[in-house]
């Protein structure tokens, strides 16, 4: 199960025509949920009717009941830090540990990641899951290149090493 922040729904479905992307993930058996909270974050009307669409044919499934008292806990320790929508992904992240399944918070923003590693939850972000479907040999090269180039030219901030990494790995 990968847990998706709101920054995840931002790349795939403004910047890398992504919708076929996470709908090749979920044919693939990877169970992709986004928090009410991280729903709720996405204003922009084009985006949400994007997500709605994905929803609605089982590529997204929205989580709704989260356990409060963890809630509670993590807000306590990162509310001045983190928006509702990480808050939501750690506290699904940790619901998820205690029941020993396996899950990654996939969250892009380097806060938000550094609090998922002090929570000791498997994390992952947007890289990770285009990572998948190369190493599932689902992306070829070429296309792959063509998303990297995508995401250079889009408003998401990382390293462009880590993006030739993957492209040369």
Do not use: H
Not at 91 to 111: H, N
Not at 149 to 156: G, M, V, Y
């Amino acid at each position: 199960m990968r847990i998706l922040d709101s920054s995840v729904i931002i790349l795939f479905l403004n910047n890398i025509e992504g919708e076929k992307y996470l709908s090749m993930l979920s044919e693939i058996g990877e169970v992709l949920v986004i928090p009410e909270s991280v729903y709720k974050e996405i204003l922009d009307e084009s985006t949400k009717s994007k997500l709605d669409f994905l929803i609605s044919n089982s590529v997204l499934e929205r989580a709704e009941k989260l356990n409060n008292e963890d809630k509670k806990m993590i807000e306590n320790r990162f509310l001045v830090t983190l928006g509702k929508g990480e808050i939501n992904v750690l506290t699904w992240g940790k619901t998820l540990q205690k029941e020993g399944k396996k899950f990654w918070c996939v969250i892009d923003e380097r806060i938000g990641r550094d609090a998922t590693r002090k929570m000791g939850l498997s994390l992952t972000g947007s890289i990770g899951l285009i990572k998948i479907l190369k190493e599932r040999k689902i992306l070829k090269r070429d296309k792959l290149k063509a998303i990297l180039e995508d995401i250079k030219k889009s408003p998401f901030r990382i390293d462009e090493k880590i993006l030739e990494d993957l492209l040369n790995e």
